[in-house]
């Protein structure tokens, strides 16, 4: 008999899922920021050059989780998905495929387009795709403890915390992206918009997080 992938429990998964994926949306702005600005010295483009790094590897973790790892995951400790959640999950697989493949290269020299089209996937596919799973995962959770008679009682309070610290975190880089935006002038606006889209999601995020404690208060 194989070994179980997982011994966690439904909201464990929920939890690591929702902890990957939350930060895409910021992720991808700030990746892009770094690329459309000139860098003023050679020690901020290796900076800069770092950030994304680590921006395009945690984007490339959170796709490959939600697309092979998490499905198997939660079947295994939830049994099964709702309709709700097979459909935002195909949702947010269909907003992220070949996203990191197209972020741009390299920094300061990239066409206004290519920013324009991807900040409107990020605004109008990636931050809608991945509230909408986030919201039908934990109501998935939420129906599965529901249902075997084992509501949680006690919050996962380190992981509420968490999240909350991701949205202020995302709150801060709107700020910044909309100082960055004011900075470079008219080049900017694309992503003063984008950076309010994005403390928007913020907002949304910390309410999403005052839903989970009332619900399982």
């Not at 901020?44 to 998490?70: N, P, T």
């Not at 195909?90 to 992220?96: G, K, Q, T, V």
Request: glycine content about 4%.
């Amino acid at each position: 008999m194989s070994e179980p992938r997982t011994k966690d429990s439904p909201r464990d998964v929920a939890n690591k899922a929702e902890s990957m994926v939350v930060s895409l949306p910021q992720r991808a702005i700030s990746f892009m920021l770094c690329s459309s600005l000139e860098c003023l010295s050679d020690a901020e483009c290796a900076e800069r050059a770092k950030a994304q790094a680590q921006d395009l590897r945690a984007m490339k973790d959170a796709v490959r989780y939600v697309g092979k790892e998490f499905p198997l995951d939660f079947k295994e400790v939830a049994g099964a998905f709702s309709g709700e959640l097979e459909a935002a999950m195909a949702a947010l697989d269909e907003a992220l495929s070949g996203l990191c493949d197209r972020l741009p290269q390299g920094q300061g020299d990239v066409a206004p387009e290519l920013l324009f089209e991807l900040k409107t996937d990020v605004e109008t596919k990636v931050a809608p795709a991945v509230s909408a799973f986030l919201s039908a995962l934990f109501d998935s959770v939420v129906a599965s403890e529901k249902s075997s008679s084992k509501l949680a009682k006690d919050v996962d309070s380190s992981a509420l915390m968490e999240i909350d610290a991701i949205s202020r975190k995302i709150n801060f880089i709107a700020v910044n992206a909309s100082v960055e935006a004011a900075r470079v002038g008219d080049a900017g606006k694309g992503f003063a918009v984008i950076a309010a889209e994005i403390k928007d999601l913020s907002q949304q995020s910390r309410v999403a997080v005052e839903r989970m404690r009332t619900t399982t208060g």
